[in-house]
């Protein structure tokens, strides 16, 4: 990954405060999977940079694992992350020949902005619950 530039900006360093992601594998197999989320600021923003304070969220799922649900699980696991450290909202970008790009939509993504070579798309998370607490 690092070799592609496109793809090193959102890995190298890894992790970096605020960083998280999760890595599934398959028995018997190397990764199928992954999803991860970083920040980035307006100095140096990433492709689906949606403002100061929202990770961009990075997705890949080997060609044999596609529609397979694991992407739509990645993603729901990825908001529940982002909304377990306090964030409101994550990006990400996307082309819109993408067919993952209609994933998105189902999952709650918006597109805030479009660029010729892709969509930025926003994802609203509901606030955490106010733990119960005895006493």
Do not use: C
Request: net charge positive.
């Amino acid at each position: 990954m690092l070799a592609n530039e496109r793809v090193a900006y959102y890995v190298a360093g890894w992790p970096r405060p605020g960083d998280m992601g999760v890595v599934a594998f398959a028995a018997g197999q190397a990764r199928v999977r992954a999803v991860w989320l970083r920040l980035f600021d307006s100095g140096r923003p990433g492709y689906g940079y949606a403002g100061d304070g929202v990770p961009e969220l990075t997705i890949g799922v080997v060609r044999s694992w596609r529609g397979r649900g694991v992407g739509r699980a990645l993603l729901r696991e990825a908001a529940r992350l982002a909304a377990e450290a306090g964030f409101r909202q994550i990006s990400l970008n996307v082309v819109p020949s993408n067919p993952a790009a209609a994933l998105y939509r189902e999952e709650g993504f918006t597109t805030v902005k479009i660029r010729p070579d892709g969509l930025t798309m926003v994802k609203p998370l509901p606030p955490l619950p106010t733990p119960y607490r005895r006493g």
